[in-house]
């Protein structure tokens, strides 16, 4: 059985930069059919979108967070990781990884890591 | 702001029907696949149904999805007290406002 599990700090500075890692087990991060991503909720608001990797390093991010994202793929520990810079109170969420085919929404989820961005 | 709307509250009794709906466009619903999900509180997603209308393995068939044109629904029969939850509709976007802000089902 596939599972993800998000690992990182769960208190950020302001103006710092948010680094997160999910790692893969049960699966291959370099199988060819699926893509992996970042999504984050707000305390009590929706889903966002943050960005997805394709094990061989392809990347593409949403619109309103590019300037501030990077995700990174480490094939040889199944792992991959969020870097988000220039945190404020806003980027305050429960930080999710996931696994998605292309052009499709995700099947599996991690649990979920919360994110506080507070001085 | 989503671009697939759907309304932010549903409700019904135990053993009723109750539907979500989910409103998109030509660039997301009416060219992709639709995936929905019921997140528990402080739980994350957990997938309910997938390509319109496929169900996990595990997922009662108590829950169903369908898709017309640019919209589809989500129908949950034989209401019962656990369904209470967030559901969420799904659907690729380019924009990758890939999920709909969300209906809050109450259980009276």
């Known amino acids: 059985q596939l599972q993800l599990q998000e690992s990182g700090p769960g208190l950020v500075k302001p103006s710092e930069t948010l680094s997160l890692t999910c790692t893969v087990s049960?699966?291959?991060?370099?199988?060819?059919?699926?893509?992996w991503g970042w999504i984050r909720q707000p305390p009590g608001k929706g889903l966002e979108w943050i960005g997805s990797?394709?094990?061989?390093?392809?990347?593409y991010y949403n619109p309103s967070l590019k300037s501030r994202v990077t995700i990174s793929v480490d094939t040889s520990k199944n792992q991959f990781s969020l870097k988000l810079s220039s945190v404020t109170a806003a980027d305050t969420a429960v930080y999710y990884c996931?696994?998605?085919?292309?052009?499709?929404?995700?099947?599996?989820w991690g649990q979920g890591t919360l994110v506080t961005v507070s001085s | 702001q989503s671009v697939l709307t759907q309304p932010p509250s549903a409700s019904g009794t135990p053993g009723q029907r109750v539907t979500i709906s989910c409103s998109g466009s030509?660039?997301?619903?009416?060219?992709?696949?639709v995936y929905w999900y019921q997140q528990l509180p402080g739980t994350a997603p957990k997938l309910l149904i997938y390509?319109?209308?496929q169900r996990p393995s595990g997922v009662p068939d108590r829950f169903s999805g369908s898709k017309s044109g640019t919209s589809a629904s989500l129908a949950i029969s034989g209401l019962r007290s656990e369904d209470e939850a967030d559901y969420y509709c799904?659907?690729?976007?380019?924009?990758?406002?890939?999920f709909g802000g969300g209906t809050k089902l109450t259980v009276l």
């Open positions: 799904a659907a690729w976007d380019d924009s990758l406002k890939v």
């Open positions: 996931a696994r998605h085919e292309k052009w499709e929404p995700p099947d599996y």
């Open positions: 030509s660039s997301n619903i009416g060219s992709n696949y």
């Open positions: 990797i394709y094990y061989s390093g392809s990347t």
């Open positions: 390509r319109n209308n």
């Open positions: 049960g699966g291959s991060i370099s199988s060819s059919s699926y893509y």
